[in-house]
């Protein structure tokens, strides 16, 4: 039977093999001749174990044996997680992953974020830091957990302080949302139809209110907004216009009420052509900006009208189309001196004695264009004769107020001026009224007052 198991020990061939030096190599060599003929294949011999040689002693070689009629049988397969040897001498190539030398080192200490969420707990009444802690606490407190570092206790801290803080924040602002009054509400024209707040320099002609108590004369008044109402709800003012002063740096305060008293009381003739008409103890009031409003760059003044009792339940606009061409004419001829008037009426007594006089000049010069006014076109017959007399009566009056204005002291002029306003003949005003059909005096008013905010 053909095998693949070489000659056994005592094959004779075996002692023709030379032994071979501890570690040699054999290369092999290309045969001289064809291999003989065999009728069976025959394995080559298995080496055995070489006998001890002398060190350095050199080994004869030998010829290689004869090779096989076919390839060799690979070598028996290497037991599991060998590799083959190979016979080039350096190690086989291989495949697989790395993996760094030893753990990775976990954090150590206080969990920084910890930290910082119990400091923005601490400060939550800035209103952002608390939410950001909270942000901070969650995230820490993961963190702590996975990496086994201190600061849990720091962590929860910071998230109940900044819940607290939320809570406190959101209540806060939860009650001043309730509590702010919702805007007025207006119709197409601009008239309030449902209450609401606006700002004191926000008024518009027509707007209804009450004044808080100790507006009126105040020069610091911390009062930024105003409740406006229907004019059909009781109320104490009504605001009719309003304008912007021109002056490039603030006046002072007896500047903006010298402005203010002059043109709210010019703005007044367009909203109440005939101020007789107004209830008796009506004021002409006026609101304008402080020095600090000033510096922040306001500069409009509102003109409104305050009333003796808040029991007023409708508007006291009077539209001019209401009145004929002989009423008109006769109320803006006497306008300007109503108001130059008014003006001296509401000049503080702690003016100056040039002022005083100023305000004399004003009212002469008021009577004699009044005059003028009043003489320039025939009335009709039922009024003339009226007219006439006031006439005569203004022309005296208007002389008078002149001497006034030549006053070098407040004492003398307050007592020529006393004299000057009985000039004014009352009867002789009510005479022409009566004739034109227009109001009487029901009662003693004017005056003006002032509001600073």
């Known amino acids: 039977m053909d095998t693949e198991i070489g000659p056994d020990a005592s094959d004779s061939s075996r002692s023709a093999e030379p032994a071979a030096a501890d570690g040699a190599q054999f290369a092999p060599v290309e045969p001289t001749?064809?291999?003989?003929?065999?009728?069976?294949?025959?394995?080559?011999?298995?080496?055995?174990?070489?006998s001890p040689a002398p060190a350095n002693t050199p080994q004869p070689m030998s010829p290689p044996p004869a090779l096989p009629p076919y390839p060799a049988q690979p070598w028996p397969a290497p037991p599991y997680g060998q590799q083959p040897p190979n016979p080039y001498g350096y190690p086989p190539y291989g495949y697989g992953y790395g993996y760094p030398y030893g753990q990775p080192q976990r954090p150590t200490g206080t969990n920084g974020l910890a930290i910082a969420s119990f400091v923005l707990g601490i400060c939550g009444f800035f209103v952002v830091t608390p939410i950001i802690g909270l942000i901070f606490g969650i995230?820490?407190?993961?963190?702590?957990?996975?990496?086994?570092?201190?600061?849990?206790?720091?962590a929860i801290s910071g998230i109940v302080?900044?819940?607290?803080?939320?809570?406190?924040?959101?209540?806060?602002?939860?009650?001043?949302?309730?509590?702010?009054?919702?805007?007025?509400?207006?119709?197409?024209?601009?008239?309030?139809?449902?209450?609401?707040?606006?700002?004191?320099?926000?008024?518009?002609?027509?707007?209804?209110?009450?004044?808080?108590?100790?507006?009126?004369?105040?020069?610091?008044?911390?009062?930024?907004?105003?409740?406006?109402?229907?004019?059909?709800?009781?109320?104490?003012?009504?605001?009719?216009?309003?304008?912007?002063?021109?002056?490039?740096?603030?006046?002072?305060?007896?500047?903006?009420?010298?402005?203010?008293?002059?043109?709210?009381?010019?703005?007044?003739?367009?909203?109440?052509?005939?101020?007789?008409?107004?209830?008796?103890?009506?004021?002409?009031?006026?609101?304008?900006p402080n020095q600090q409003a000033w510096d922040a760059g306001e500069r409009r003044v509102t003109c409104f009208l305050q009333f003796s009792r808040a029991t007023m339940t409708h508007s006291v606009y009077r539209d001019p189309s209401t009145y004929n061409a002989d009423q008109l004419r006769f109320l803006n001829a006497v306008s300007p001196l109503s108001t130059a008037i008014g003006r001296l009426v509401a000049t503080p007594d702690s003016a100056d004695i040039s002022v005083f006089q100023q305000r004399a000049n004003d009212i002469a010069s008021a009577t004699?264009?009044?005059?003028?006014?009043?003489?320039?076109?025939?009335?009709?017959?039922?009024?003339?004769?009226?007219?006439?007399?006031?006439?005569?009566?203004?022309?005296?009056?208007?002389?008078?107020?002149?001497?006034?204005?030549?006053?070098?002291?407040?004492?003398?002029?307050?007592?020529?001026?006393?004299?000057?306003?009985?000039?004014?003949?009352?009867?002789?005003?009510?005479?022409?009224?009566?004739?034109?059909?227009?109001?009487?005096?029901?009662?003693?008013?004017?005056?003006?007052?002032?509001?600073s905010a």
Not at 33 to 50: D, H, K, L, R
Not at 139 to 147: D, E, G, K, M
Not at 396 to 416: H, M, P, R, Y
Request: aromatic share 6%.
């Open 161 to 288: 302080l900044s819940s607290l803080w939320i809570a406190a924040l959101g209540t806060l602002f939860t009650v001043a949302a309730i509590n702010t009054p919702d805007p007025a509400q207006r119709s197409a024209d601009g008239t309030v139809v449902s209450p609401g707040t606006v700002s004191v320099f926000g008024l518009h002609p027509k707007d209804c209110f009450t004044l808080p108590p100790g507006a009126i004369g105040s020069t610091n008044n911390s009062a930024r907004t105003l409740t406006v109402v229907p004019c059909t709800t009781a109320h104490d003012s009504e605001a009719f216009g309003s304008f912007s002063a021109a002056e490039s740096t603030f006046p002072g305060v007896d500047g903006m009420r010298d402005e203010s008293s002059s043109q709210c009381a010019r703005q007044l003739t367009s909203f109440v052509p005939d101020p007789v008409t107004l209830p008796a103890g009506t004021r002409l009031q006026f609101i304008y």
């Open 139 to 154: 995230v820490s407190l993961a963190a702590v957990r996975r990496t086994g570092q201190k600061g849990k206790r720091l």
């Open 33 to 50: 001749s064809p291999p003989p003929t065999v009728s069976a294949p025959v394995s080559p011999p298995m080496p055995t174990a070489p």
């Open 368 to 451: 004699q264009s009044e005059v003028s006014a009043l003489s320039g076109t025939p009335w009709p017959a039922s009024v003339q004769p009226a007219m006439d007399a006031l006439i005569a009566n203004h022309t005296k009056a208007a002389a008078v107020w002149e001497q006034v204005a030549g006053a070098t002291d407040v004492t003398s002029f307050n007592g020529q001026a006393r004299k000057a306003e009985a000039a004014f003949d009352a009867d002789d005003m009510i005479a022409v009224r009566t004739a034109l059909g227009l109001a009487t005096p029901s009662g003693a008013g004017g005056g003006t007052g002032t509001a």
